[in-house]
Structures are given as C-alpha cells and as structure tokens.
C-alpha cells in the first residue's frame, strides 16, 4: 500500500512540475495561460486529493495544511480560469494574475516542503 501512495505522490509532483514549468516558459516568453498549465494543475489536484484520504498510513495527517493547500490550488484554478477567459476575450491576461499563478504555484509548493 505505501508503494501505490508514493506512485500518488509521484504523479501529485509531475503535476506540480508541468503546472510550475509551463508557467515559466510563458514567464519568459509571451506571458500567457495555456492549456498545459490547466492540465497540470488538474493532475496536482486529482493526486493531491487522493494523498489525502487517509489509507494505508500509520501516522495522523495534517487536515490543516491539507485545507489551506486546497484553498490556495481553488485560487490557483480560478486564476487560471478567469485569466484564461481575459485572454480569449482581449488576447492578453493581466499581468496581476498571471504573475499571481505563479506566486501561488511556489507558495503550495513551499507549504507541502516546510509545513511539518
């Protein structure tokens, strides 16, 4: 059991890196949201879920740093959602929001690394 939880953890950082990766390509480039982006953040919060189910572990896990990631990756959804719609819209997103997805994408990355 602790292996398929680790295969989960695996697959929780890959969408973590395809979110963050492609955020810094578009960071050097163009500064836009793409589907990439989206799809890795949707893998993060699939995986990220199903980390927190508490199977197969002997150890309590912490519901409060589980929340407060959850509430910054539903931002982190949002922002990509309405910016995604500013950009079909106007073909450009606010450079708030974009640079905020970022932001945001390190800070949940920091909280799950330095949380205890």
Partial sequence: MEILRHAVLLVHLVGFAILFGAWVVEAVGQRRITRLQTLGMVIAAVAGLAL????????????????????????????????????????????AIFWLIGILTLLNAALAVLWR
């Fill in 52 to 95: 927190a189910a508490p199977w197969g572990i002997s150890y309590d896990l912490n519901y409060t740093k589980i929340g407060v990631k959850l509430v910054v990756l539903l931002i982190i959804g949002a922002l990509l959602g309405i910016g995604s719609a500013r950009q079909r819209k106007s073909g450009t997103v606010a450079p």
